[in-house]
């Protein structure tokens, strides 16, 4: 995890040396809030609901909060190519089932069996995501479309799958369209997608749909 963090912290940095030089072509840091739709939900997995023994976790849609930054690159026709670094949290569902940190998988199987009570608990089905990308917008004046044709994303997933792996990396794109409000304030809306490679033996692709506030430097 430590190696993660560096790594993540390095490409920012590499990120802001770019763009330095680059400010007045509009560099922003935005904070989003919005919905969130996993593709297919994580219900009847070991630690998500202990198998769905008592009760399955398997919400599929929930809230996401982001916050990233957008540092200028160059301009390519008229328009201004940046390098973005995002940090996105979804959370998909939160019900009270059996928690499999708080019995072995066998234990609850032949508690269920026999009618022995196990306290539940709330477990959270969530994801982190950390992306790094291109992103192009349109500069036509004060309305701002964008795209993100691709990126790269690192995923982490709560609870972990079932072989107790929680890290993942995927395939991430995107689109929004943001208006300037004033030469510091932006409003804007954006629809992310992001595929998962599913190394941790699941898929957790899921996506996201919010409204942004944007700071422009």
Do not use: C
Request: aromatic share 12%; hydrophobic share 40%; no cysteine.
């Amino acid at each position: 995890m430590k190696k993660f963090i560096l790594l993540i912290v390095a490409m920012l940095y590499t990120l802001i040396i770019a763009g330095t030089g680059n400010a007045e072509l509009g560099g922003q840091v935005f904070y989003k809030y919005g919905t969130a739709n996993l593709k297919d939900d994580r219900g009847g997995q070991a630690f998500t609901d202990t198998l769905g023994l008592m009760g399955t976790n398997d919400g599929d849609s929930g809230s996401a909060i982001a916050a990233g930054l957008d540092v200028p690159l160059s301009k390519i026709f008229g328009n201004t190519l940046l390098g973005e670094v995002a940090v996105e949290y979804a959370r998909f569902s939160d019900k009270t089932v059996l928690q499999t940190a708080s019995v072995l998988v066998d234990e609850a199987t032949n508690a269920a069996e026999s009618g022995t009570s196990y306290d539940t608990s709330s477990v959270n089905v969530s994801e982190l995501n950390v992306v790094i990308a291109p992103k192009y917008r349109f500069e036509l004046g004060k309305l701002r479309p964008w795209i993100i044709p691709v990126g790269l994303a690192f995923l982490v997933n709560s609870p972990p799958s079932n072989d107790a792996t929680y890290l993942d990396t995927g395939y991430h794109y995107g689109a929004g369209v943001e208006y300037m409000i004033a030469d510091q304030l932006s409003l804007g809306v954006d629809y992310r997608n992001t595929i998962a490679s599913g190394n941790t033996g699941f898929k957790a692709t899921y996506s996201s749909f919010g409204v942004y506030v944007g700071i422009n430097f």
